[in-house]
């Protein structure tokens, strides 16, 4: 089975600065999705980023990038320009490429961001 | 195009009693997941239903059940409602089809307490 670590409990960051929230899986697997999703206190899960594992080079998405590493089984999220709007639960989720788990997502612990002025 | 909608928003239900709750999926989505969310445990995957059938599902006792109808909106009963059942009930859909990506768009969620 799959598991996904996200060590940070709580993160702060300053308006405008920049700020990387780790997560950590493990997996048997060669051929995988990783994800970030942003749960605002609104509360509806938004997907931030996505990761093909067999792409080497790392996903960006405006503000939003990825430090991938297989090998190490590592996948740490890159928030630069930090605005108020970021504030919100960060989950790393892991996907199988399984045709059987396919929609199943696993996810990690979250990693409370917050944003400061 | 309306996003995914979950009714009711909000729940209080008493232990033993049962609950159904509801989860219409993005239209063109066949397929919808369903989530548990608590602070101690985290999000856990509950099951996914895909054209009506139930295509995975997670760790939970069999309390835990649910059904997916002709126009893709799915429903997930409790049965036998108990204190740790209180959580956020999330549900995903996707286009559910044989491509090897489909992203899963969120609910809202639906907040259960259990007294």
Redesign the interface.
């Known amino acids: 089975a799959q598991t996904v670590t996200q060590s940070q409990p709580e993160m702060s960051v300053q308006e405008a600065e920049t700020v990387t929230l780790s997560c950590t899986y493990d997996t048997s697997e060669s051929d995988y999705?990783l994800f970030w999703?942003k749960q605002p206190p609104?509360?509806?899960?938004?997907?931030v980023i996505?990761q093909?594992a067999y792409k080497q080079q790392n996903a960006t998405e405006n503000r939003f990038s990825v430090n991938f590493q297989k090998a190490a089984k590592s996948f740490s999220l890159k928030i630069s320009d930090s605005q108020l709007g970021d504030a919100a639960m960060y989950?790393c989720a892991y996907r199988s490429?399984n045709t059987?788990?396919?929609?199943?997502?696993?996810?990690?612990?979250?990693t409370r961001l917050q944003v400061t002025l | 195009k309306a996003g995914v909608t979950q009714t009711p928003r909000y729940l209080i239900k008493t232990r033993g009693q049962q609950v159904t709750l509801s989860c219409s999926p993005i239209s063109g989505h066949r397929?919808v997941?369903w989530?548990q969310q608590t602070p101690g445990q985290?999000?856990?995957?509950l099951f996914?239903y895909?054209s009506e059938t139930q295509?995975?599902k997670?760790n939970f006792p069999g309390r835990f059940s649910g059904r997916q109808f002709s126009n893709s909106r799915s429903e997930m009963n409790v049965s036998t409602l108990e204190l740790g059942d209180s959580a956020?009930y999330?549900c995903?859909s996707?286009l559910?089809g044989l491509a090897?990506?489909?992203?899963?768009?969120?609910?809202?969620?639906t907040r259960l307490t259990v007294l």
């Open positions: 999705y999703y609104s509360r509806q899960m938004i997907l996505r093909e989950f490429l059987g788990t396919a929609s199943k997502l696993t996810f990690g612990t979250g | 397929s997941s989530y985290g999000l856990q995957f996914e895909f295509r995975n997670g956020l999330l995903a996707s559910g090897l990506y489909n992203e899963q768009f969120f609910g809202p969620g």
